[in-house]
């Protein structure tokens, strides 16, 4: 079980890494972590094998073909990105020329950790964080977030980056051009990016009348995804639209194998960090710092619970939900609940301790909970392909 053992020895050496060299940790954990990959092989039935598949069919293309309309490349999935994943086709075009197709995911999954990882330091620092509540979210980071996923690769990379720039935008303030002009080089890696960019015009509107509707529209966009999907297909000879129609369809309307047990772990991430959300969203810390981030995390949870029905639009959700949160994560136990000699004094009202402590508890049976079911229902799966 090497992924299970992975992820436990850098959970226990993080314990003994001083706080001021976390950041540096985070880095070398993602680019150890990530490494697996170069001893994974995929399944057919994985993403990830038809990624390298794209990866070999990449190799025979020149410069001039990615941006030739006629070529015809000899891979169907290549056919299909060079349409609506332009960006995704320039990556992948660049990273053939090395010539080995593990370092697509490897790159992939350093990016993923690093800028995620990113997220929980600059939140430590920006808060003045100890340790504990900064190891919490890393913790929570590697235990929650599923390996197999990152090798879906296009949208583990949007996601986990969009809400990355997100972040830098609402809560650290950079530029809000360049903010946006990533936000839609991200839809060139991975469509449904679209979904998360039409939240985010949600909250120009700035007023707070509209926060409610907004949330019951989100909850209740999967039974209205035939209507959108119809509306759409009178412009069908625009191709960006067009491949919005399709990704509807597919996520939105197409049923896919319905799976109890993977349901029920990702439902308890939701409900563990809308329980958290729920906790800090009256805190005036929180709104100080957080602002427009928190009210755009509950919109991404209040979408995700909506589509439960679908699967795949279930699990997809929860990749972005959990990166999302992380700052959050960081906030509460810094702000909320606060560790000092080893033990846990509340900072809210007084009577308020009880509550916090059970906060405190219950998000360690989620972390713990999920990490085991993983270990039972994926891990062990997985690891029978490495060798």
């Not at 690093?114 to 913790?139: C, H, P, R, Y």
């Amino acid at each position: 079980m090497i992924i299970t053992s992975t992820i436990i020895f850098l959970c226990t050496l993080s314990f003994f890494v001083p706080r001021n060299r976390l950041h540096f940790f985070f880095v070398i954990s993602a680019v150890l972590f990530s490494a697996l990959y170069f001893w994974f092989s995929p399944p057919i039935d994985y993403d990830l094998y038809r990624h390298y598949l794209s990866f070999e069919s990449m190799k025979n293309v020149s410069f001039q073909d990615l941006f030739d309309n006629q070529y015809i490349f000899d891979n169907n999935l290549l056919n299909e990105y060079s349409k609506v994943s332009k960006v995704y086709i320039i990556i992948l075009f660049i990273l053939s020329r090395i010539g080995i197709k593990q370092i697509l995911p490897w790159i992939a999954g350093v990016i993923i950790y690093t800028v995620a990882s990113e997220m929980i330091w600059q939140t430590g620092s920006d808060l003045n964080s100890n340790k504990t509540a900064i190891l919490f979210a890393f913790f929570f980071l590697y235990c929650c977030m599923d390996f197999r996923s990152v090798s879906g690769i296009r949208n583990m990379l949007a996601f986990i980056v969009f809400s990355f720039v997100l972040y830098q935008e609402l809560i650290q303030k950079k530029n809000k051009i360049l903010c946006w002009i990533s936000y839609l080089s991200l839809c060139g890696i991975h469509m449904s990016c679209v979904i998360f960019v039409g939240l985010r015009m949600v909250l120009l509107i700035g007023k707070r009348w509209i926060k409610i509707p907004v949330i019951f529209v989100c909850f209740f966009l999967y039974g209205f995804s035939d209507i959108i999907a119809d509306f759409l297909t009178k412009f069908n000879e625009m191709p960006y639209l067009n491949a919005l129609r399709l990704q509807i369809e597919g996520y939105l309307i197409g049923r896919s194998e319905y799976n109890p047990k993977g349901i029920f772990i990702y439902l308890i991430i939701e409900v563990g960090v809308l329980f958290l959300y729920l906790e800090v969203y009256k805190n005036k810390k929180f709104k100080k710092y957080m602002g427009q981030y928190g009210e755009y995390c509950l919109y991404v949870v209040m979408f995700a619970l909506g589509s439960i029905r679908n699967y795949d639009l279930f699990v997809r959700s929860n990749i972005i939900i959990i990166s999302l949160f992380l700052p959050i994560i960081v906030f509460y136990f810094t702000y909320i609940i606060e560790f000092k000699g080893g033990g846990i004094r509340g900072i809210s009202k007084r009577n308020d301790f009880k509550f916090n402590a059970v906060i405190v508890f219950s998000f360690l049976l989620v972390i713990f909970f999920e990490f085991y079911c993983r270990i039972r229902l994926n891990y062990i799966v997985m690891d029978l392909y490495f060798g």
